[in-house]
């Protein structure tokens, strides 16, 4: 079996990344002397919005549409 190696501009790859939406998720814990100070749990969805995927939020019309 072969694999096909492409060049993809980096817009290119962006864009259709944005378009099917992007999950990111990490945690981050702070600690002194193996005592947990603090942590974070990061989980965010990054998409693009426009006419035919509104807001979630629904705040109104897109701009520009």
């Known amino acids: 079996m ?3 190696h492409r060049r993809v501009a980096l817009v290119d ?5 944005l378009a099917g939406g992007v ?3 990490g ?3 702070l600690s002194i002397a193996d005592v947990d100070l ?5 989980k965010a969805l990054i998409s ?3 006419a035919n995927v509104p807001s ?6 897109v701009e520009g549409a």
């Open 23 to 25: 999950v990111i998720s």
């Open 38 to 42: 603090v942590r974070v749990d990061l």
């Open 48 to 50: 693009s919005v426009n």
């Open 56 to 61: 979630p939020w629904g705040l109104g019309e």
């Open 27 to 29: 945690d981050l814990t």
């Open 13 to 17: 790859l962006l864009d259709r990344l």
């Open 2 to 4: 072969t694999v096909e």
